[in-house]
């Protein structure tokens, strides 16, 4: 793996829009207080995203993979890394390409450890850490991460808002919540009993080949 050079990133807030300010060592937002600050690259490439998974040490950044004809990554996040932020406590991931049935898809994948908001803030289900629903009657799907089959529950919308036409799916997976967010909704159809996701920090030279560019997803 090439060395990535990190731009320099802008801090946000991993559950809100806000930009956190610096507060001693630590980083505060007006909405959520104290918070470890999310970096999200202004534009999406090779090389950041390189650093990130550099930035991120033993925390999986998950892609679907293998990746279908066309489709790229459109969108990167982390939580913490590095070594002037602590711990990775959370990574994003967004792929978008074309379906035959729903025209543009996008897939989400989050991966982060519990009280982060991140996952919960891309559903657009507010801050609601995953409730009771999960483990309550047979998986919506699986996805296979390594050697584990990982179960996943559908997680209600129905309150959040008609405003994105979205499935959201999460499970637990190596002691994190692993979140899922596909769009439009009917995309859900596309998972595959076999689909795979797949931490790009293990695809090695496989990695210079995966395209990079176009939309960037609202979250």
Same mark, same amino acid.
Not at 38 to 50: D, K, Q
Not at 180 to 186: E, G, K, Q, T
């Given at each position: ?45 090779? #090389? ?41 406590? #959370? ?95 009917? #995309? ?12 790009? #920090? ?18």
């Amino acid at each position: 793996m090439t060395a990535g050079v990190d731009p320099v990133l802008p801090p946000g807030c991993p559950r809100c829009l806000s930009q956190p300010v610096p507060d001693g060592p630590a980083w505060r937002c007006d909405e959520h207080g104290r918070v470890t600050p999310l970096w999200r690259p202004v534009e999406v490439g090779y #090389a950041g995203f390189v650093a990130q998974l550099q930035a991120t040490d033993e925390h999986p950044t998950l892609l679907p993979w293998p990746m279908g004809p066309a489709w790229t990554v459109t969108d990167h996040a982390r939580v913490g890394g590095g070594p002037q932020h602590g711990r990775t406590l #959370a990574t994003l991931t967004c792929c978008s390409g074309p379906s035959a049935l729903d025209g543009p898809v996008d897939v989400l994948v989050v991966a982060e450890e519990a009280g982060v908001g991140l996952g919960a803030r891309c559903a657009g289900v507010g801050e609601h850490e995953p409730g009771p629903q999960l483990g309550e009657g047979p998986p919506a799907a699986r996805v296979r991460l390594g050697q584990q089959s990982v179960p996943l529950w559908s997680l209600s919308t129905s309150g959040a808002g008609p405003e994105l036409d979205r499935s959201v799916l999460v499970g637990e997976a190596l002691g994190r919540w692993l979140w899922l967010v596909l769009r439009p909704a009917s #995309a859900i159809l596309l998972l595959r009993e076999d689909q795979v996701l797949r931490d790009a #920090a293990e695809l090695g030279p496989v990695l210079v080949e995966v395209p990079f560019g176009g939309p960037r997803p609202p979250w």
